[in-house]
């Protein structure tokens, strides 16, 4: 009662425009009070309209009054700025929407401070005092204030619930170990508690250690990347200058072609005109020659004519031969040839350095570690659409179904020559190259008993060409294949041959880890059964290879 008589004071002696303590009061002729300041901006807005009206009755004044201090509520004021330092504290302490309300509290319950879970009551700071001062509330279990207190309370027996069934999981009270629960494995909640707590630390314990395994992860993947950005800022820079020196070089290179073929165009020029010159000369010395012995040939006098001819008809020796001979209208085209044969040779080792930059660069796996797939639907997650490249297929293999499916017919077919094509062995690679996860399945169809087919995988540099195990799935490192026979499995790679047991089916799943160096074949039916692993470092991109005796059949199934 003393507080809300505290709370009633401070409301009363309230500035209703600022909603503080009043402050040097004053009393408007209507009888309500305000802070001086306030009443008095509140009436300046008003100056143009000539007219003043009280914020609290909206009665009018004219004119604006004259406002005087009331000294009786400003004593009362003061005093209760002295003695209602506590009620505004207790302000503070009224519960709003998102707090838990004292539940003893009556009218406009305080916050409560703590939760009793033997009274099953949350209590405020001054309700809460009986806690601490009688005797047999000091053995109460306090805890900081919940809601979900009558969650305690048993909805069969309305019992606290203090023990727990194991068999069902779930807290009980007492009368319910004795009934429905009866036989059950019960404990004691608190012996539960324990237990589980210190589960609850083993498992916190785990998170931590995770945690700072992974922290340490983070730091050594941005090491990684700062490596990463460092050594490709040096190699951009270091190409760079070479570039510049290439391209300097190529312009110098450019300059004396330039200037040696303008060198030489200036010499031929000048030594064909010069020719032509001294051919036109001649050519003027013939026509004088011939309107001489012209005029000679019109001559009528006999005698004259003859003794003029002697010393007109002899003509001089030509400097020249009577024929020039004109090389073939090529010229210069040696030296665009030469050129063009350089660039030429530039491409390639342009092309051949930048597959080899390509394949030295090396890749990053910064992808957290995940579980190997156990189950098909795990399997499918990866699963890649594979064709095949027919400018790698045996002349005996025919490619159809989108150069999904291959099947050896055992005559040559009609194909162009290609260097990446297999020569002797029937065999087969993909299109796509194959690098992270990837699944993919092969079906087997067709082919008698004793036909193999080898689902392989290979490197793209493995030869193509003879009998040589060098281009043989499985006879060498750069590839690896599962042997299936009607009647089992084998597994081959660098000559060595593991036999393989499992479950024989049509159809083989392939599961590759490029990172992780993991290479899996599974028999695949109603479940997957793992007919072999491979463990090992993959230097290059994998392609996908399939080798087929003759009549055999196979395809890269749809997923």
């Known amino acids: 009662m003393e507080q809300k008589a505290v709370q009633l004071d401070r409301e009363t002696f309230s500035c209703s425009i600022c909603l503080d303590l009043l402050k040097d009061p004053v009393t408007t002729p209507c009888g309500h009070s305000y802070c001086k300041n306030c009443i008095n901006d509140h009436w300046d807005t008003e100056d143009e309209k000539r007219i003043y009206n009280c914020p609290q009755c909206r009665k009018s004044f004219t004119p604006r009054p004259e406002l005087l201090k009331n000294t009786m509520l400003a004593a009362l004021v003061e005093q209760l700025k002295k003695t209602g330092l506590q009620a505004a504290a207790a302000d503070l302490c009224y519960a709003g929407a998102e ?92 012996a539960e508690r324990t237990e589980r707590q210190r589960e609850l630390e083993g498992s916190r314990h785990n998170i931590q250690q995770r945690i700072q395994d992974r922290e340490e ?38 300059s004396d072609v330039k200037q040696q ?68 209208l090529n010229y210069f085209e ?55 490249d027919p400018n790698t297929a045996h002349r005996w293999l025919i490619l159809s179904e989108g150069n999904r499916k291959v099947t050896n017919k055992n005559q040559t077919q009609s194909c162009s020559r290609h260097p990446d094509r297999f020569t002797y062995w029937s065999q087969v690679l993909s299109r796509e190259s194959l690098t992270g996860r990837c699944y993919w399945e092969v079906k087997r169809r067709g082919g008698g008993d004793g036909v193999v087919i080898e689902v392989a ?68 039916s109603d479940t997957m059964t793992l007919l072999h692993r491979v463990q090992t470092t993959f230097t290059q991109p994998l392609y996908a290879g399939l080798y087929l005796d003759d009549g055999g059949s196979a395809e890269f199934c749809q997923l």
């Open 334 to 388: 040696d030296v665009t040839a030469a050129v063009s044969e350089l660039r030429d040779k530039l491409q390639d080792v342009l092309s051949q350095k930048q597959t080899n930059v390509s394949l030295t660069v090396t890749e990053v796996d910064v992808s957290l570690p995940e579980p190997e797939p156990k189950t098909r639907a795990d399997f499918l997650r990866y699963s890649r659409e594979i064709t095949l």
């Open 217 to 254: 992860d983070v730091k050594l993947l941005q090491q990684e990347v700062e490596a990463i950005n460092g050594s490709a800022d040096k190699a951009v820079e270091h190409s760079e200058k070479i570039f510049t020196q290439l391209i300097r070089l190529m312009e110098e290179r450019r």
């Open 99 to 190: 707090d838990v309300a004292c539940d003893v509290c009556t009218g406009r319950k305080l916050r409560a401070v703590k939760s009793c879970l033997v009274c099953l009551v949350s209590y405020c700071e001054k309700h809460l005092q009986p806690h601490f001062d009688v005797a047999q509330f000091k053995k109460h279990k306090l805890v900081e204030p919940s809601e979900k207190l009558q969650e305690n309370i048993c909805s069969r027996h309305d019992e606290v619930m203090k023990m727990f069934c194991r068999t069902d999981q779930q807290c009980i009270c007492y009368l319910c170990s004795v009934d429905e629960h009866k036989g059950h494995d019960t404990v004691s909640a608190a």
């Open 457 to 524: 995988v290979a490197y793209k540099n493995i030869s193509r060409a003879g009998k040589s195990d060098e281009s043989a799935f499985g006879c060498n490192n750069k590839s690896w294949r599962l042997d299936c026979e009607t009647d089992g499995y084998e597994f081959h790679h660098s000559k060595v041959h593991t036999p393989v047991s499992g479950r024989l089916s049509s159809r083989v799943g392939v599961y590759l880890d490029h990172s992780a160096g993991i290479l899996s074949f599974y028999s695949v």
């Open 261 to 328: 073929v303008r060198s030489q165009q200036e010499t031929e020029v000048s030594r064909v005109k010069e020719l032509q010159e001294k051919l036109e000369q001649e050519i003027t010395e013939l026509k004088r020659k011939d309107a001489e012995l012209k005029k000679l040939s019109h001559t009528e006098d006999h005698n004259q004519f003859l003794h003029n001819y002697p010393s007109l008809s002899a003509l001089s020796e030509s400097t020249h031969s009577s024929s020039i001979n004109i090389r073939p």
